[in-house]
């Protein structure tokens, strides 16, 4: 976690560690929507600390549009609640539901990670973008024998499938957000359809 020392734009958009932010900063670029300020607010855990830390950051009082994004992990309606409960910790307006800008100023909007109610995470979006590329009959076989071979049990099968995808691309070593950036994703998939509409809202 990096706390800004200045906020420059009236759009911020707050994101689940530097993977996402790279990722982020990627589907902006993409769409494009310059004017959004993207800052990675660490681990679920650091986003009460620092959303009170961020409201005292030089150039808040200009910012209309706030913006926040999290996995959900093993419970999307959990996570969007902490995200509620740290908002209202930093004495900030809280949406009353993923995706529904708040009423207030700056107007809040929170978007969890694969969809509204699925658990999951961005890995989760990632892997549908692929499922029908002929690639994907190879991971497929990849897994099945690791897993009748060598008896290991992948714990965490999206991020997992989203890495062996990428050892696939021209730089496999690179991380899924900069993956972004270098036009390994269709950000154009259908998949991303939460994505895009939650970045509309914001900077509506």
Same mark, same amino acid.
């Given at each position: ?10 759009? =911020? ?35 009460? $600390? @620092? ?8 150039? @808040?009082? #200009? ?16 996570? @969007? =609640? #902490?995200? =509620? ?21 700056? #107007? ?19 892997? $549908? ?19 009748? =071979? ?18 696939? $691309? ?22 991303? #359809? ?6 509309? $809202?914001?900077?509506?």
């Amino acid at each position: 976690m990096v706390m800004p020392t200045k906020i420059k734009s009236n759009v =911020q958009l707050l994101v689940e560690g530097n993977d996402q932010r790279n990722f982020f900063e990627g589907f902006c670029q993409h769409l494009p929507l310059s004017h959004i300020e993207i800052h990675d607010f660490g681990g679920v855990a650091e986003l009460r $600390k @620092f959303l009170a830390a961020f409201r005292m950051t030089p150039g @808040f009082q #200009s910012v209309t549009n706030l913006g926040i994004i999290r996995d959900a992990e093993q419970d999307a309606t959990s996570a @969007f =609640q #902490s995200v =509620q409960s740290a908002l209202r910790n930093a004495d900030l307006d809280a949406p009353d539901l993923p995706r529904k800008p708040s009423a207030g100023k700056p #107007s809040t909007i929170v978007l969890i990670l694969p969809e509204d109610d699925k658990s999951g995470m961005l890995e989760s979006l990632l892997c $549908k973008t692929f499922v029908n590329e002929p690639v994907n009959t190879c991971i497929d076989a990849f897994f099945k024998c690791v897993k009748a =071979q060598a008896k290991v049990n992948i714990k965490r099968p999206e991020k997992a499938r989203v890495h062996a995808y990428l050892s696939t $691309k021209e730089d496999p070593h690179l991380s899924v957000g900069v993956a972004a950036k270098r036009g390994y994703w269709n950000l154009n998939h259908d998949s991303f #359809s939460y994505i895009r509409d939650f970045l509309a $809202k914001l900077t509506s």
